[in-house]
């Protein structure tokens, strides 16, 4: 974990640095003397962990802790315990009262990398997104691919779903909307009240026309503005 520590007391300041090197799993980016110090090393670079006492000139600690609108963890570390709830009121991590022993020390940081392994996980887990549907088509589940996908033309209460590896367009009932709704708005791109188009797909454009090889697709007078979005000109 990217960490900083911050107190305005050099003596201070360098027994949180040297237990921090006691922590294998901590990495050490700045040593800063005032909030200002801090502010400096966030800007710079990712920062997962604070140390930070509290009474500092400027900013103390907790008034530097608020002005963060999306602060990384904070362990505070200081001489005087009456701000400890005010502490935990931010959410910090643990809060240390000087002079700090070493297992104590290490006891904080085992509960911070504890909830940064959560947050980890947490933010890496993959996000299954689907590359197909399944239709009714005459009493069976049809699957279509979505990279299949070159348009969907509305009829009334059904959809023609054309693709690119048949030569016939699959006939299913299902709204315009109801299909929309199950396509990414990144890939596909609704110009008509009876057409939805794959980005990927158009090969041309024309004032009035979608063009995806040989079919032109008409766009309708509402939906001009989606033209920029095929194009990616948005101005």
Not at 82 to 99: M, T
Not at 202 to 219: A, G, Y
Request: aromatic share 8%; charged share 25%; proline share 4%.
């Amino acid at each position: 974990m990217r960490c900083i520590a911050v107190d305005d007391e050099k003596w201070a300041l360098d027994l949180l640095v040297d237990n921090i090197r006691h922590v294998p799993y901590l990495e050490l980016v700045a040593r800063c003397k005032n909030a200002r110090d801090a502010s400096e090393s966030l800007h710079a670079g990712k920062i997962d962990l604070i140390f930070t006492d509290v009474q500092m000139p400027g900013l103390n600690g907790l008034q530097f802790i608020q002005t963060l609108p999306e602060p990384p963890m904070v362990i505070l570390v200081t001489a005087y315990e009456q701000y400890a709830l005010e502490g935990f009121n931010l959410s910090v991590v643990d809060y240390l009262v000087k002079p700090v022993a070493l297992e104590r020390f290490i006891k904080a940081c085992n509960k911070a990398k504890l909830l940064f392994d959560m947050r980890t996980e947490k933010s890496t887990k993959a996000v299954s997104i689907p590359d197909h549907i399944f239709i009714n088509v005459e009493y069976s589940l049809v699957k279509i691919i979505f990279d299949d996908i070159t348009h969907v033309e509305g009829l009334k209460d059904y959809i023609k779903i054309h693709l690119s590896s048949a030569s016939k367009p699959i006939l299913t009932r299902m709204s315009m909307k109801a299909m929309e709704e199950k396509l990414s708005p990144s890939k596909f791109i609704r110009i008509h009240k009876s057409f939805i188009v794959a980005v990927d797909k158009v090969t041309s454009i024309k004032r009035d026309f979608v063009c995806i090889h040989e079919t032109e697709i008409p766009v309708g007078e509402s939906f001009k503005e989606s033209i920029k979005l095929i194009t990616g000109n948005r101005k």
